[in-house]
């Protein structure tokens, strides 16, 4: 009985431990955090009104004023750091930011890498065409073009068929496209200038973040918006995979933000539009 009393004792003292580094591992973004007094955000480089760096350097967006407000919620300072997109899905963060609030969709395979906190905005997915094009008046005559759309997001893979939202983000179903064929770009600002009067352009239209096309016609960027929109894309701040006690805190503090109004207030100043919420698609 005592060679059992040892063991079991030794058992328990193996799982209390493994329990405790689970536990420490869990909580180490957390806890990196509080210690250096600041959080490390990725964001993207150039992506108004998204984020951006002003005249003075500083940083500006919809993002960043988010990231700051959850910066202040924890009571620390914010750094924004801006890594190439793919080693952000990848989820080989090695330690160097906290968390990625950089409009990312949380997709299924996204998740394979990075746990997820609840969405902070939904931003509907709109179609574009060339100012004097008018062949096409709503997102219903889509079917059967050919569409322009940046390579490797949701957008590229709504038009193949193989949109994969997670199922917890997704608010509605997609407007479904019959006989469509998509045509890849680097960026939704290069899938734009590629459109043109219909004998000249090898795309009917460009599906694209409404605020993306938006921020465009302020530009005077010659695009017209199609009625109606294609669905609305969650979008979600990412953290290493493992890193339960950020999400957990994350999910508290957007909670709050959504609830107090913090949510639509910015995105208000930034898109002229409340995307805290899923919009209508007709």
């Not at 500083?58 to 924890?74: C, H, Q, T, Y």
Request: aromatic fraction near 10%; glycine fraction near 6%; proline fraction near 5%.
């Amino acid at each position: 009985m005592t060679g059992l009393r040892r063991l079991f004792r030794a058992l328990l003292t193996t799982l209390a431990a493994f329990a405790f580094v689970s536990s420490a591992e869990a909580a180490g973004a957390l806890d990196r955090v509080f210690e250096r007094g600041k959080i490390i955000v990725a964001v993207n480089e150039d992506y108004a009104p998204h984020s951006f760096q002003d005249g003075a350097g500083r940083w500006r967006g919809f993002d960043v004023s988010v990231a700051s407000e959850i910066a202040k919620r924890l009571g620390v300072g914010v750094e924004f750091v801006t890594p190439p997109w793919e080693l952000v899905v990848s989820g080989r963060w090695r330690e160097r930011w906290e968390i990625a609030v950089n409009s990312m969709a949380a997709t299924e395979p996204r998740a394979k890498n990075l746990d997820f906190a609840v969405a902070y905005y939904f931003a509907p997915v709109r179609a574009a065409v060339f100012k004097e094009d008018d062949r096409l008046r709503s997102v219903d005559d889509l079917h059967g073009k050919v569409i322009g759309v940046c390579r490797g997001c949701s957008y590229e893979n709504y038009v193949r068929g193989r949109l994969d939202i997670l199922s917890s983000f997704d608010p509605q179903p997609a407007l479904a496209l019959r006989d469509v064929e998509a045509r890849a770009f680097a960026d939704e600002w290069a899938a734009v200038e590629a459109l043109g009067p219909a004998e000249k352009s090898d795309i009917d239209a460009v599906i694209a973040a409404e605020p993306t096309l938006a921020a465009m016609l302020k530009d005077d960027y010659p695009i017209r918006l199609l009625e109606g929109r294609v669905f609305n894309e969650p979008l979600a701040i990412a953290a290493e995979k493992g890193e339960f006690a950020m999400v957990a805190r994350l999910k508290e503090i957007l909670r709050e933000m959504r609830g107090d109004g913090t949510l639509k207030r910015l995105s208000m100043e930034w898109f002229g539009s409340d995307y805290s919420q899923p919009a209508p698609l007709r």
